[in-house]
């Protein structure tokens, strides 16, 4: 399917969930003059789309599978990592905002206090500071230029208890779908690596380093860490596509220099001059434990990103 014709299908499938929960909002305050019915095609026209478009996406990866790209790692310090596509593809069960091969990571560091574990009832969201990955700085993974900044949504509470969850799946999902992707993937950078793009979400708002048309080189600080967007909690969500439109875009594989793709559970540790490590697992509760195989002796091909001058 054409860059085009992905970009067409996109809008259409957002004017048809938009059409559906009108008609709900709609009918609770008069009577549609129609079938009950008919008011559910919008939504089977958007999911027709959809499937047509994931089966695009797979018979893409079948055929034609992309060759992942190495890149740095976009943090520093010590991290575990979520929805990893070393586990499955899609990572994050859809092919949709080119999150194809995306990764989730959260920070774990050895000294002061860890993460709050999920809980059941109570409390019912913890703040932002509770969680050590908000505000860690997120830093360029090759030298690049700056295609799109944006840092102005705001940093929500954490999703973390069942109401919490039920909340976000229920409510706030349906909403940020309808707001279309800048509201699914919050505050967001992407990067030109030269014909490859990297996203950053959920960046901390006002947090941004750099603006768009700016050059940055790798390592470099673009801004931090936040939970904006649909985010349960604060934490990095990072992927490569193909193109600057996430609506219109193809999800790349990636590797990062020295880690490989990390597996989920994993604690990696890498630092500012390069140096990387897999720790072992992390549990739900934070606990640790050491892992068998390390990522990154894969033995695919890898191609390096291109890179612009700063």
Known sequence: MSVGRRKIAARIQHALWLIFFAQIAVGFFVE????????????????AISLV???????????????????????????????SPADKVPSHGTHNLAQTYAIDIMAEPEKGPARPAPVWFWPIAYRNEAYPAFGAPLRAVADATVV????????????????????????????????????????????????????????QRGSLEVRAGEKVVAGQVLGRCGNSGNSTQPHVHFQLMDGPDLDSARGVPFRWRGLGVPAN??????????????????????????????????????????????
């Not at 549609?32 to 999911?47: C, D, E, R, T």
């Not at 973390?160 to 509201?183: D, M, P, Q």
């Not at 990696?268 to 002796?297: E, I, Q, Y």
């Open 148 to 203: 799109y900044a944006e840092d102005g949504q705001r940093d929500h509470l954490s999703r973390s208890s069942l109401a919490g969850v039920l909340y976000f799946w229920l409510i706030e999902g349906v909403g940020r779908t309808l707001g279309g992707a800048r509201r699914i993937v919050g505050n967001h950078i992407v990067l030109d690596l030269g014909g490859t793009y990297a996203v950053y979400a959920h960046v």
């Open 32 to 47: 549609l003059p129609y079938n009950y019915w008919l008011s559910w095609l919008p939504a089977l026209g958007a999911i």
């Open 265 to 310: 559970g994993e604690v990696f540790t890498t630092g500012a001059d390069g140096t990387t490590g897999v720790d072992g697992t992390t549990g739900a509760d934070g606990t640790s434990g050491t892992t068998g195989a390390d990522s990154a002796d894969s033995t695919e091909a890898v191609v390096p990103a291109s890179s612009h001058g700063a």
């Open 53 to 83: 478009t994931s089966r695009s996406a797979r018979r893409r990866i079948e055929t034609e599978p992309p060759a992942p790209v190495e890149v740095a790692p976009p943090v520093t310090g010590r991290w575990s990592v979520l929805n």
